[in-house]
């Protein structure tokens, strides 16, 4: 390819590439007179080592971002695990599930029978809304639970977090009223934060929404109502039966339809589950399911439970998207839930989550100051933290990454409002002598803090 010689004249800039070099690349990147509202530039300089480019200057190569992407921001989460990948680090941080409830043999078993029987079908595509036999399932099992659900009201989705992604793109325009949880899921916030919402935060408290501070005012004109009832992402909370009804029934009065995301309902540790928001109202409620949690992460398969009539829209969107979720990963899970297998492999996550939440509420008890607070989740992977007021989340994880512990701060869950004295601790990675050694640093730090504040002590 013929060398693009740079056209500002003062220096001998060349690109190999077949890219038009902009007249300011002598400039100081970042400072491109007349440079159009809306544009970022990207800077290739000497070492361009993603492009392979060298040049003799600095220059710009204008790729036109869009408005939307341009608010894009990465993940707190994603960017405090990238430090937790030291080994010396005692991670409170990621939301991954126990690698030890992975049923990785019965998974190789379920793997070599699909390759067996069905070879050629398993690896070719298929149709958008999924294995059949696999929507089958999963709407058995939600109308077992009492939800009255048909195989075709099922959409295989490639992960939860498309599922998110989808119903951003199917139910949000700029500006559109979107009410979520305080705090909420930070996964969904970004997955809704790329169709540029309106978040509206709705009133919650140590047991979720506050129904009753749901006025008709606040749910005029939403395109829906977002809630993890089970066990939350950050703060580990459950929506009480009560509030339950009386959320399905209001949001049923004012025709707003509810998104429930519930990755975690298997995952109590006693008693017994309660209803979905989908069995209260299945026209008016918009599941999502996973099977991230009771099964594997990367298997990257979800579901979603929808009104055909919005199925049919989610269903193009994902054709746009990715055309289906791989023909192999669904039969090779199809095979491996059979013979009831969940009804005996979910019992044992539960009894090993539920130990590992003692032992860090038993940490807790005994090595954080009494001006913190947090609850006792009753199931679920996550408990939340509030710190005095003064002290920040944000603030505080510098400390403790110095000391190699890591936590997410609570910031970034909050759609409006950050509440900065907030943090999310994850439990059941983490073997048990870490669970100590780990609360009992974040102890001392808390300890530290609290000494600086005027009129607070240990």
Known sequence: MRPVRCRQGSCNARST???????TCCRSPGSVPGQASGQRSVAALHSAATTGVRYACAMTTSFQISRRAQALTSSAIREILKVTERPEVISFAGGLPSPATFPVERMRAASDQVLRDAPQAALQYGPTEGY???????????SRDGASIRPSQVLITTGSQQGLDLLGKVFIDEGSKVLVETPSY???LQAFSLFQPAFVGMPSDEDGVVVDALDPALLADARFLYCLPNFQNPTGRRLPLARRQALVARAAETGVPIVEDDPYGELYYSGQPLPSLLSMNPEGVIYM???SKVLAPGLRLGYVVAPEAVLGKLIQAKQAADLHTPSFTQRVVYQTLQDDFLQTHIPQIRALYARQCSLMLEAL????PSQVQWNRPEGGMFLWVTLPPG?????????????NVAFVPGAPFFATLPQTNTLRLSFVTVPGEKIDAG???????LREALAELPGLGA
């Not at 059949?132 to 939600?142: F, G, K, S, Y």
């Not at 008890?365 to 954080?368: L, M, S």
């Not at 920040?392 to 110095?402: K, V």
């Open 391 to 403: 002290l920040d989340g944000t603030a505080l994880l510098a400390r403790a990454i110095a000391r």
């Open 132 to 142: 059949a036999p696999l929507r089958e399932w999963v709407a058995a099992r939600l």
């Open 289 to 291: 399911g996973s099977f």
């Open 439 to 445: 609360i009992q640093v974040l102890g001392e730090l």
């Open 186 to 188: 930070l996964g969904a």
């Open 365 to 368: 008890d005994r090595h954080f």
């Open 17 to 23: 590439v077949g890219w038009r070099l902009p007249a």
